[in-house]
């Protein structure tokens, strides 16, 4: 309600005015009047009532069970990656394979002219037959030599001699033997087979051209990879590596890298971890440039979307699934380092609430403290609203969607 303020003046005239004392009275009046005006004019805010309503969306905290995680990027890479080299030197007469075929141990992927070495295993071959000609020959020549050494017909160094021959022919058989072997696996290596299942690269040499075989300087032909399953290394700190190394003793799954340790990876288009796998292995030795050690992730792969040399983000767990409630990211306001909810109560009023957060669960916290599970959350609008006031609340889900 207004005030009505009601001011009297009464001027006595006790002589007859000039007009100096006429401009004074009139600006006296005046001056009367407009504090009258502005007396009437005044209120108590005190008593004023609150504009229009915020509308605010309100929910209650999302109760369920998480798992925490670690999350790390990488790289996959193959389990089985091989560079295909040329081991004997030759003409190359043919390209067995497509680019990029799937290929199995084993399948045949280039051919080297194999004549010349055709050749070079038919000639050991007969060296061997004449090494063991001649072994038949010094074995004959010893036993005649025993036979004549008894009866005392030749001396023992005749005797010696013929048994040395023998020892030197039986060398000579093993050696033209070697010869033959490796004349034969010569012969093998112009036939240039897969040595494993995998994915091949494209030709780096076409048919036609001379490749070099052995040693350093033999010529790439091309590479296979391995694509089932793959493998992601990892960089973790000390910290966290005794956490999970913990986290395996508590649950009874012995060291950390055996094949109980989950895992999780996504690669660079997707948003969550559909991947699973575990973890096989872990660096027993820290690097202490970094202060980190290497996890390596097994993932199978059958459809074969991991390809080696992907960017992915592969996330380990660090804790047991254990009750929560989670309210999301949007939800929670930040007062310098404190984080802090607004709360509406049954009378429709905003309170200020003090939270501890816990891990990130998508797009979501977790709350540890300061929220109950039964009540109302302000989840948008929360830029508008200060302690006290009322608000005209929408509730809905934590998801969003209409209660």
Request: some cysteine; charged content about 25%.
């Amino acid at each position: 309600m207004k005030k009505e303020t009601s001011i009297s003046v009464v001027i006595h005239r006790l002589s007859p005015p000039d007009r100096s004392t006429q401009r004074t009275g009139m600006g006296l009046l005046a001056a009367v009047t407009l504090m009258a005006m502005i007396g009437c004019g005044s209120h108590d805010d005190s008593g004023s009532k609150q504009g229009p309503l915020p509308n605010v969306k309100i929910a209650q905290p999302l109760s369920q069970e998480v798992t925490e995680w670690d999350e790390y990027t990488g790289r996959i890479e193959a389990v089985n990656s091989v560079d295909v080299r040329a081991r004997v030197s030759g003409y190359l007469e043919k390209v067995n394979f497509k680019a990029g075929d799937k290929v199995h141990k084993g399948d045949l992927l280039f051919q080297i002219d194999p004549k010349p070495f055709t050749a070079q295993l038919n000639y050991a071959q007969a060296e061997l037959e004449r090494a063991k000609s001649k072994h038949e020959l010094a074995k004959n020549d010893l036993s005649r030599a025993e036979r004549l050494f008894h009866a005392k017909a030749i001396s023992e160094e005749e005797h010696d001699a013929r048994s040395k021959g023998l020892r030197e022919a039986v060398a000579a058989v093993q050696s033209a033997e070697a010869n033959v072997y490796t004349a034969r696996l010569n012969l093998e290596y112009t036939q240039v087979r897969s040595p494993i299942d995998g994915r091949i690269g494209r030709e780096l040499i076409t048919a036609g051209n001379v490749v070099n075989g052995g040693g350093s300087e033999s010529t790439l032909l091309t590479f296979i990879v391995s694509t089932d399953p793959v493998y992601i290394y990892v960089d973790a700190d000390e910290r966290s590596v005794l956490k999970y190394r913990r986290q395996a003793q508590k649950g009874g799954r012995g060291s950390l890298g055996d094949e109980q340790t989950p895992v999780e990876l996504a690669v660079a288009d997707e948003v969550n971890f559909p991947h699973q796998g575990h973890l096989d292995y872990i660096s027993p030795r820290e690097d202490a440039a970094t202060g980190t050690l290497t996890l390596r992730g097994v993932f199978a792969n059958p459809d074969e979307l991991l390809s080696p040399g992907f960017f992915a983000r592969m996330r380990v767990r660090q804790s047991a699934p254990y009750p929560a409630i989670l309210l999301p990211d949007r939800a929670i306001g930040t007062d310098q380092a404190q984080r802090f909810v607004w709360v509406v109560n049954q009378e429709n009023q905003v309170e200020y609430r003090k939270v501890e957060l816990g891990a990130h669960i998508g797009q979501s916290r977790v709350i540890t403290q300061g929220l109950k599970p039964e009540e109302w959350a302000v989840i948008e609008g929360i830029q508008k609203l200060k302690p006290g006031i009322k608000v005209n609340p929408d509730r809905i889900s934590p998801t969003g969607s209409k209660l």
